[in-house]
């Protein structure tokens, strides 16, 4: 993996973002931690407009909203919040991580499904189920004395 560049984020070859592109701000984080956790704002919240961007095209928008979900906004706004580490770097570094990894699944476009038919074994394989089956629920029934 490239060196970390906290000013930068390297989604792929074409596209990186830059310190101008995501807002950061430090909260303090619940749970654990004593008197620690409530001195000092060690979890962070970053915000990134993914609408401001030109390079992303509509394509791309709609995967990254759907990977996103609940964590992107009307506007396209998404939020990550990061407070897994006590330290304000780490969790920094976790919430840059976590949107590289976000963009850089909306950028690769899926592969088309080519349509196939099933095998011959296949085919055996469920006739052989349903005859399977279809012995279990016949042998359910009320037996018959005639």
């Not at 984020?9 to 909260?27: G, H, K, S, V, Y």
């Not at 897994?84 to 920094?92: A, L």
């Amino acid at each position: 993996m490239a060196a970390y560049h906290p000013a930068m984020i390297r989604i792929n070859d074409r596209f990186t973002l830059t310190a101008a592109d995501i807002e950061e701000q430090f909260i303090r984080a619940p749970g654990p931690g004593g008197q620690h956790v409530n001195k000092v704002e060690t979890a962070v919240q970053l915000r990134f407009d993914a609408r401001r961007l030109r390079t992303i095209d509509e394509a791309a928008f709609r995967r990254l909203r759907q990977i996103a979900g609940s964590r992107m906004s009307h506007d396209g706004v998404i939020v990550i919040s990061a407070s897994r580490f006590r330290s304000r770097e780490r969790n920094r570094e976790d919430a840059r991580m976590r949107l590289r990894e976000m963009l850089h699944a909306a950028f690769q476009r899926p592969r088309r499904r080519r349509p196939t038919r099933p095998g011959p074994g296949a085919k055996r394989r469920r006739l052989e189920a349903k005859k399977s089956r279809a012995a279990i629920k016949k042998n359910r029934a009320p037996v018959r004395y005639d």
